[in-house]
């Protein structure tokens, strides 16, 4: 997977106060996550975290309410592998000195650099590959890890085969549309030929997995992920 297709599986949790700099950081966590989590509450942020397993974590010590770098702190005892990027104003050394310890993807100063921001989301896409904590949530209950090729329900994991993951991360890239049936065949089976009591196998195999009505039908066009 290319580290751009990486980050558009993942929710990143973005914490930051309503200043002048956040809107521009929120516009590039954008384009490049599949939902940014955004709030400027430590509180909130504890709720989000535990409900949407975000996988990158975008911070602005500088909050008002509390400091962010205690909250690094609290999520560290939980989740030592979490890539984490720190965004502040102060240069104080024994600040970030103290950040550091927190193993950090990177920190940026503000102004905030387009590009520097960039490559550290590149880096953090590096580490969930290393880590192998790709997951990403299909709906409800249903986790698929992109790395293990796994699928667990309710803590219950089971493995995809090769051609069912494939099948699944197309579903995934092109979710909430309907892939035509002769795109399915030419992703999965390149050139080769496949009968269509294959193709409705492979589809069946992988909606066993899954869950049965996590897969629609579009009678004629094809088949997709609908939410």
Known sequence: LKLKKILKQLYVLFISESDNSYKKVE??????????????????????????FPSILVIDINLKES??????????????????????????????????????????????????????LNLS??????????????????????????????DKKQSLTKNEARLLELFLINKNKFVKNEDIIKQIWSEKEVSASAF????????NKIGKDTISNSFGIGYGIIS
Do not use: C, M, Q, W
């Not at 880590?131 to 796994?150: A, F, H, L, M, R």
């Not at 409705?200 to 909606?207: F, I, Y």
């Open 67 to 120: 400091s962010g770098l205690s909250f690094i702190k609290e999520l560290r005892k939980k989740n030592k592998s979490i890539p984490i990027i720190i965004i502040t104003e102060n240069k104080e050394v024994d600040i970030l000195i103290e950040a550091i310890k927190l193993n950090l993807t990177d920190y940026l100063l503000k102004p905030i650099d387009i590009n520097k921001l960039i490559h550290a």
């Open 27 to 52: 516009n590039i966590l954008r384009l490049f996550f599949k939902d940014v989590l955004r709030t400027n509450s430590i509180i909130y942020a504890k709720e989000i975290y535990e409900k949407s």
């Open 125 to 154: 896409a590096k580490n969930v590959l290393n880590s192998g904590e790709i997951k990403t949530i299909i709906k409800n209950d249903v986790v698929y890890n992109y790395v293990e090729k796994t699928i667990t329900i309710l």
């Open 200 to 207: 409705k196998s492979l589809v069946k195999r992988l909606s």
